[in-house]
């Protein structure tokens, strides 16, 4: 049987206000709502290990506006894992401050939605609407693995490993998958930008970047389903995972907790 421990690594932050992040509520509301970003990291009692997504780097946040702290390799190192020696991660969809750190990990298997691949490198992308949130250069650089054949694509809802399970959401993005483990001890769902607050699914107000209305609403009942009724799911962007779970370790507050332990 294994067992998992599971991580988020913040990366990255900005400086924000309430009424970017969620459709419907008042527009002019600008109190401080900052953004923190996040890598994920899952590992087994068999000394395997999964990351989740690939942050970005210096030409986004500056491009963009955000701080970068630290790349997602250097996040990942803090807790003991060796980028070049990560095996698999997985991509929960290719919006910039999830896929722009590919080349990072270059020994890698990445799992996509084959639905995500077609959304990023389709007509779609002719519109603003939708590659605003896109870097064209990471997605050459996922398709540039799938050449290489370091590409594992899915079609819907897959078992990884026992316990670990990759499950089709939509919604935010056409091939959006969130990342359910059951630890051994708990079952963590981690949502990604299925919802990138706890806000926005417990006032059920979406953030406002979505392909699909319908399927980012009805995608929270499905996390909540994937946890079930004691398991925690854990969102995409939100600076209380820093108040709701315990630091890694002491050296590492503020930088990286432990998803699977608990409050």
């Known amino acids: ?26 527009i002019h509301d600008n109190s401080p709502m900052p953004m923190d970003y996040f890598v994920w990291v899952i590992r087994d009692n068999h000394q395997n290990t999964w990351v989740v997504d690939t942050g970005f780097e210096e030409d986004d946040a500056t491009a963009r506006g955000r701080t970068l702290l630290r790349t997602a390799a250097e996040g990942v190192a803090l807790i003991g894992v060796d980028p070049e ?18 080349k990072q990990f270059p020994n890698a298997i990445f799992h996509v939605q084959e639905a995500e691949m077609a959304f990023a490198t389709g007509r779609d992308m002719t519109s603003r609407a939708y590659s605003h949130a896109f870097n064209v250069r990471h997605i050459q650089n996922l398709v540039g693995r799938v050449f290489a054949q370091r590409v594992r694509f899915h079609e819907g809802d897959v078992e990884l490993a026992p316990g670990l399970t990759l499950h089709l959401i939509g919604g935010h993005t056409r091939g959006l998958q969130v990342v359910r483990i059951d630890t051994g001890h708990g079952v963590v769902v981690l949502a990604s930008d299925a919802s990138h607050y706890w806000a926005n699914m417990e006032e059920g107000r979406p953030f406002p970047i979505v392909d699909d209305l319908s399927l980012m609403v009805r995608g929270w009942d499905r996390l909540r389903e994937l946890a079930g009724k004691d398991g925690v799911i854990v969102p995409g962007h939100d600076p ?24």
Do not use: N, P
């Open 1 to 26: 049987m294994s067992s998992y421990e599971v991580y988020a690594v913040k990366y990255a932050e900005r400086e924000a206000v309430r009424a970017e992040h969620f459709i419907g509520g008042d």
């Open 85 to 102: 020696t990560v095996s698999d991660v997985i991509m929960t969809h290719f919006h910039y401050d999830h896929a722009g750190g590919v």
């Open 240 to 263: 209380l995972v820093f108040e709701r779970f315990r630091a890694s370790s002491e050296d590492l507050e503020d930088i990286a907790v432990r998803l699977d332990q608990g409050s």
